[in-house]
């Protein structure tokens, strides 16, 4: 499990604008600006944070779980090698990440200010391929 983890660290960490930093719980958060894109345990755990919509298609298709705690937020938990695969819940971050990104980047323009990452997000968003479901409420 330890080199799963160690490989989504070093992936997620790599992301434009992404700022690695120890969870208050353990393991290795991720923030996009302001906003968690998501933190993953130890001990296999991935807490993904996602708009609730989105969080609602992505459970509905199977892709990943509700939060093992706060099942009613926009949350989800995906334990790797449970869930699914490494990569599984790599395009799991990347989702939020750029879901993330889109919100940081209209925030930072509606400001007057620099986005943290100049990600042309819809360009992104189409190479994850996205179910037509889940594309309608990215």
């Known amino acids: 499990m330890t080199n799963e983890i160690d490989r989504i660290v070093a992936e997620v960490s790599s992301w434009d604008g992404i700022e ?3 969870h208050r719980f353990g393991g290795t958060e991720f923030r996009l600006g302001p906003r968690e894109v998501g933190h993953v345990h130890e001990w296999g755990i991935l807490d993904i944070a996602f708009p ?3 969080r609602d298609q992505l459970v509905d298709e199977g892709k990943t779980g509700a939060h093992h705690i706060y099942p009613e937020s926009g949350w989800t938990t995906f334990r790797v090698g449970e869930t699914g695969t490494l990569d599984d819940a790599l395009w799991l971050l990347r989702l939020s990440y750029l879901s993330h990104a889109k919100i940081v980047q209209k925030s930072a323009k509606n400001a007057g200010k620099a986005a ?3 990600l042309d997000v819809e360009s992104e968003l189409a190479n994850l391929e996205p179910s037509e479901e889940l594309r309608a409420v990215l």
Do not use: E, N
């Open 52 to 54: 609730r919509r989105v």
């Open 116 to 118: 943290p990452t100049s």
């Open 20 to 22: 690695a930093k120890a």
